[in-house]
């Protein structure tokens, strides 16, 4: 089974400023997905950022990246230019490619608060 | 825009009563799924259905049932409720093939 680990409960970011959120997971396949959500008081868990395990490239959207070492089994967000409106909890999770399982397995999550 | 819309946003049951969380979808998404959130915890898979009258159970169907009669709508069924069911309840919605996944806003449930 798939393990998604997020070791840090909280972070805090100065406004501007940029900050990296960890994630490590587990698997024993090599083609899956990579997610993180954004989850605000509002509930409404929003897509940040997909990561495709066959693509080498990082992704990006934005003020947002990640650096994906698929070896180490890594995938940490990094948010740059930090806005007080980043301030949400923020979920790293994994998905198989094959259609047949195509649940989402969730990390435990880390809040972020932005300081003015 | 999908919507994946759940019919409550808190909600306080008893201890021992039966429950029905409900979930309906506007985008003929073939997949639902219904997670729990608890804090330190995550978001914890309960139940997921890839097609109506079809279900699949999560890591932690223990206490839960569900319903899928209707393509677009997604219930979960506390047979009876416990304290330790309170938590946060998240539906989502995905269609079939890679695409991504359309949560609702979350019930709040409390039993008492």
């Known amino acids: 089974a798939q393990t998604v680990t997020q070791s840090q409960p909280e972070m805090s970011v100065q406004e501007a400023e940029t900050v990296t959120l960890s994630c490590t997971y587990d698997?024993?396949?090599?083609?899956?997905?990579l997610f993180w959500y954004k989850q605000p008081p509002s509930r409404q868990m929003i897509l940040v950022i997909r990561?495709?395990?066959?693509?080498?490239q990082n992704a990006t959207e934005n003020r947002f990246s990640v650096n994906f070492q698929k070896a180490a089994k890594s995938f940490s967000l990094k948010i740059s230019d930090s806005q007080l409106g980043d301030a949400a909890m923020y979920f790293c999770?994994?998905?198989?490619?094959?259609?047949?399982?195509?649940?989402?397995?969730f990390g435990k999550g880390i809040t972020l608060s932005v300081r003015p | 825009d999908v919507k994946v819309t759940q019919s409550s946003r808190y909600l306080v049951k008893r201890t021992g009563e039966k429950v029905f969380l409900e979930c309906v979808q506007d985008?003929?998404?073939?997949?639902m799924f219904w997670y729990r959130q608890d804090p330190g915890l995550g978001l914890r898979l309960i139940y997921f259905?890839?097609?109506?009258?079809?279900?699949e159970k999560g890591d932690i169907p223990e206490g839960y049932s569900v319903s899928r009669e209707k393509k677009e709508r997604f219930s979960l069924i506390l047979e009876s409720a416990s304290t330790n069911q309170t938590s946060m309840y998240l539906c989502?919605?995905?269609?079939?093939?890679?695409?991504?996944?359309?949560f609702g806003s979350g019930t709040r449930l409390t039993v008492v």
């Open positions: 990561q495709e395990a066959y693509k080498q």
């Open positions: 259905s890839y097609d109506v009258k079809m279900k």
């Open positions: 985008m003929d998404h073939e997949n």
């Open positions: 999770a994994y998905r198989s490619r094959t259609g047949a399982n195509s649940k989402l397995t």
């Open positions: 698997t024993s396949e090599s083609d899956y997905y």
């Open positions: 989502a919605s995905k269609p079939g093939g890679n695409y991504g996944y359309t």
